[in-house]
């Protein structure tokens, strides 16, 4: 069992120390500071989320995607042929993003995340998860202008973020996680969605994750055999996730989200260890990735952290129970 989180992580902490990220980014919108000064507080700010992540006992950890504003515009400003709009609303959160629409024909600019990547992996001894948002959820979050369906638009995505892959590849990733939450809202879409996925791996070999969240994969048959090494399911937001353990592949791996993420309040150590042992009579412990339900940026930084701590309290309850 591998304990790590799902992705974004509170950028903004307690304190006025705490705030220098929000006061450069606003800096930055008016002008006052250059993309060099804004670039070296997300450096800072990213040194310390994968610092809090060791110190909490994480044994994989992300960097944070400090650089991130939300998961569709990070990668929407370097595609070309997109530009982005107003605000919606991110799913039933208290956040929003601006929607980014193609106005053209898109195209990879060149590795967007490779650096980051890079930066992260020199900042800790741990394991580093590389996350990319998924190609269908880019499309359905998104709009054209330019292509005549959904179905378009998505795969033409899947080209480019397979290409993005691709450069990740190249570094050498321990795990890419591919994060695909819109499918659970919209199974309708689940024959265009298996097509995507089709395309989106085709010549990939760098081992890889699908994760969903605010919802379950159920009813999506054949999702546990898409073409990843592992599946993320949120066992808060989709308890009937519970129901897909049952016929889980053999040679698959569980991204064991049972830590809710969009609530303060704290779990205790004996639902955790509870709920692990509930998920290992299905799926052995080293197949398993324990971590929380979806991205911890929903709660302040100093809860993160607590529930951070407590799923390490959690994992090593249940490890004494069955030692």
Same mark, same amino acid.
């Given at each position: 069992?591998?304990?790590?989180?799902?992705?974004?992580?509170?950028?903004?902490?307690?304190?006025?120390?705490?705030?220098?990220?929000?006061?450069?980014?606003?800096?930055?919108?008016?002008?006052?500071?250059?993309?060099?000064? /804004? &670039? !070296?507080?997300?450096?800072?700010?990213?040194?310390?989320?994968? *610092? @809090?992540?060791?110190?909490?006992?994480? =044994?994989? $950890?992300?960097?944070?995607?400090?650089?991130?504003?939300?998961?569709?515009?990070?990668?929407?400003?370097?595609?070309?042929?997109?530009?982005?709009?107003?605000?919606?609303?991110?799913?039933?959160?208290?956040?929003?993003?601006?929607?980014?629409?193609?106005?053209?024909?898109?195209?990879?600019?060149?590795?967007?995340?490779?650096?980051?990547?890079?930066?992260?992996?020199?900042?800790?001894?741990?394991?580093?998860?590389?996350?990319?948002?998924?190609?269908?959820?880019?499309?359905?979050?998104?709009?054209?202008?330019?292509?005549?369906? /959904? &179905? !378009?638009?998505?795969?033409?995505?899947?080209?480019?973020?397979? *290409? @993005?892959?691709?450069?990740?590849?190249? =570094?050498? $990733?321990?795990?890419?996680?591919?994060?695909?939450?819109?499918?659970?809202?919209?199974?309708?879409?689940?024959?265009?969605?298996?097509?995507?996925?089709?395309?989106?791996?085709?010549?990939?070999?760098?081992?890889?994750?699908?994760?969903?969240?605010?919802?379950?994969?159920?009813?999506?048959?054949?999702?546990?055999?898409?073409?990843?090494?592992?599946?993320?399911?949120?066992?808060?937001?989709?308890?009937?996730?519970?129901?897909?353990?049952?016929?889980?592949?053999?040679?698959?791996?569980?991204?064991?989200?049972?830590?809710?993420?969009?609530?303060?309040?704290?779990?205790?150590?004996?639902?955790?260890?509870?709920?692990?042992?509930?998920?290992?009579?299905?799926?052995?412990?080293?197949?398993?990735?324990?971590?929380?339900?979806?991205?911890?940026?929903?709660?302040?930084?100093?809860?993160?952290?607590?529930?951070?701590?407590?799923?390490?309290?959690?994992?090593?309850?249940?490890?004494?129970?069955?030692?």
């Amino acid at each position: 069992m591998l304990i790590t989180t799902v992705g974004n992580y509170p950028k903004i902490a307690e304190g006025p120390e705490g705030q220098k990220l929000r006061r450069v980014i606003n800096r930055f919108d008016k002008g006052d500071v250059t993309g060099e000064e /804004l &670039a !070296r507080v997300e450096d800072e700010v990213t040194r310390e989320v994968i *610092q @809090e992540q060791e110190e909490v006992g994480l =044994e994989m $950890v992300t960097d944070g995607m400090v650089r991130w504003n939300d998961g569709q515009t990070y990668l929407a400003r370097r595609v070309e042929g997109f530009h982005l709009t107003g605000l919606l609303r991110y799913f039933d959160t208290n956040t929003y993003y601006r929607q980014p629409v193609a106005t053209g024909p898109l195209r990879w600019p060149g590795p967007m995340t490779v650096r980051d990547y890079r930066f992260a992996a020199g900042c800790t001894s741990l394991p580093v998860k590389a996350i990319l948002t998924g190609p269908y959820t880019l499309a359905k979050l998104s709009r054209s202008e330019h292509h005549p369906d /959904l &179905a !378009r638009f998505a795969l033409d995505l899947a080209d480019i973020i397979r *290409q @993005e892959a691709q450069a990740l590849e190249g =570094e050498g $990733v321990p795990l890419l996680q591919i994060d695909e939450p819109a499918i659970v809202r919209h199974k309708e879409d689940w024959g265009l969605f298996q097509q995507v996925m089709a395309r989106l791996t085709d010549g990939l070999s760098v081992k890889r994750v699908l994760y969903t969240w605010f919802g379950d994969a159920t009813e999506l048959p054949g999702f546990t055999r898409l073409p990843f090494h592992g599946f993320g399911l949120d066992f808060v937001g989709g308890p009937a996730n519970f129901d897909l353990l049952d016929d889980f592949p053999e040679d698959a791996e569980l991204g064991l989200g049972i830590m809710d993420a969009r609530n303060v309040k704290l779990e205790s150590v004996d639902y955790l260890s509870r709920t692990l042992e509930r998920a290992t009579a299905h799926v052995s412990p080293d197949r398993i990735y324990l971590n929380p339900s979806c991205g911890l940026d929903y709660l302040p930084r100093d809860v993160a952290v607590a529930k951070l701590k407590r799923l390490v309290e959690g994992a090593g309850a249940f490890k004494a129970v069955v030692t």
